[in-house]
């Protein structure tokens, strides 16, 4: 065994566990095994699992394992959306108000008419605590949504994929600022301001010529504890961190810090964060649910499942068909209008911040479990209608002009295309 085959095996290993297929696949498979403890007759050892509590109660750290999950590792994912975010703002699709124009109010549009959706159905069926959960179905999970095209959008415009990363991006971006307004507790001035200065710490070295982990690491460690102390969810300060990283190179180098981090950070997210949250969040016993529909017959699990699957297929292509037929904004070259029949159901998968945001709305409260329970229905349904309409829109004919822009579509390849081949893989 050479000493240079274990970094190029090494390194393989890390870009095959960040791609899309594997991450959305180990997220799914901790789900699954979750579901299956927490409804099997060891369901104990899963709960005494879930609330094994660790950490120093000195600084009021000490959390059970399942919190540790969702406000620890989740804002390490938050970090790399605050990363990809600060670099499609600065210097990717994002950039160009002309050209993030669709996707930035299709976001808005999937975001309100699922919210509007849940509004009306539990003030119809429900009204009262069960409102608390209206913002449960504006959520995306961007790593299960580019997961699934990924394996069911083979032969569609490259362009498609970035539509729908800018989009999620977007719809996160939108769903961080819904956390931080509504879901935070009162906030503590003196420990807010601590996490400030630590943000700006952390965004000065990392800024610096050369940049250690051993330096990066423990400010971010800090900005944490301080976030989590002031009382605004903790998670908001791995999107802030993110947002402090250099967008352009900087010392002569030839890639930006937003995307060396996102490159270093995003296996551990992948292969680690968002699994570990999953198996902790998606743990819902349903033994105890009456009824013979049992979580379904909520009103609350209604309400998601609608908002979810029908909410952000409307929300994505109304906005989207108002906003191209109405103003001069058109979609990117190669993409039309019955390309976003599979977006919107892509968009659907509401997963990851749709089970933190059920967390955060029902805390221990009696929808917790229908409305988490709701949530992994609906990706399942939205995951599945997404993978059909995809392949029944690989199929047909293509147009010169599919986003009717008047000016013959340019060739930017095709999914599932390897990049220097004209074939696909």
Do not use: C
Not at 247 to 264: D, F, I, M, N
Not at 309 to 315: D, E, F, H, I, S
Not at 355 to 367: D, K, Q, R, T
């Amino acid at each position: 065994m050479s000493a240079k085959a274990s970094p190029s095996r090494w390194s393989r290993l890390l870009a095959w566990v960040s791609g899309d297929v594997v991450g959305g696949v180990l997220m799914i498979s901790a789900a699954t095994l979750a579901l299956v403890w927490a409804n099997s007759p060891w369901q104990g050892a899963y709960v005494a699992l879930s609330e094994t509590v660790i950490g120093p109660a000195a600084v009021h750290l000490d959390l059970s394992l399942a919190t540790w999950a969702a406000d620890g590792l989740l804002a390490v994912f938050f970090f790399v959306v605050g990363v990809e975010l600060k670099h499609e703002i600065v210097a990717g699709s994002l950039r160009n108000p002309r050209q993030a124009g669709v996707p930035v109010l299709a976001a808005v549009g999937g975001m309100a008419v699922p919210a509007l959706i849940y509004t009306v159905i539990v003030l119809v069926l429900e009204p009262g605590p069960a409102l608390h959960g209206w913002a449960i179905p504006t959520a995306t999970d961007i790593a299960f949504a580019l997961a699934v095209l990924a394996i069911f959008g083979r032969g569609l415009p490259s362009a498609l994929r970035v539509f729908l990363l800018t989009l999620a991006v977007v719809d996160d971006l939108l769903a961080i600022v819904v956390i931080a307004v509504f879901y935070s507790d009162g906030v503590n001035v003196w420990p807010l301001l601590g996490a400030v200065a630590v943000v700006a710490a952390f965004g000065l070295a990392v800024r610096m010529r050369s940049t250690h982990w051993w330096v990066l690491i423990p400010l971010a460690g800090f900005a944490w504890v301080f976030m989590h102390e002031s009382g605004v969810h903790a998670t908001i300060a791995g999107v802030l961190l993110g947002f402090s990283v250099p967008a352009r190179p900087v010392h002569g180098e030839e890639t930006s810090r937003t995307q060396q981090l996102e490159h270093t950070v995003r296996p551990f997210t992948a292969g680690v964060a968002l699994p570990v949250f999953a198996f902790f969040a998606a743990g819902i016993s349903l033994s105890g649910e009456s009824g013979p529909l049992g979580p379904l017959g909520d009103p609350v699990a209604i309400a998601i499942i609608v908002a979810l699957v029908v909410g952000k297929l409307v929300g994505v292509l109304g906005v989207t068909a108002l906003v191209t037929k109405s103003t001069p904004l058109r979609l990117p070259d190669g993409i039309g209008i019955r390309d976003l029949l599979p977006v919107g159901f892509l968009t659907g998968i509401g997963f990851t911040v749709s089970l933190l945001i059920a967390e955060l709305s029902f805390p221990g409260g009696v929808h917790a479990p229908s409305a988490k329970f709701a949530v992994l229905v609906a990706s399942v349904l939205a995951a599945v209608l997404a993978g059909f309409t995809l392949r029944w829109d690989a199929r047909r004919l293509r147009g010169a002009d599919m986003n009717q822009d008047g000016i013959p579509d340019s060739d930017s390849g095709t999914i599932g295309e390897r990049p220097g081949r004209s074939g696909p893989e």
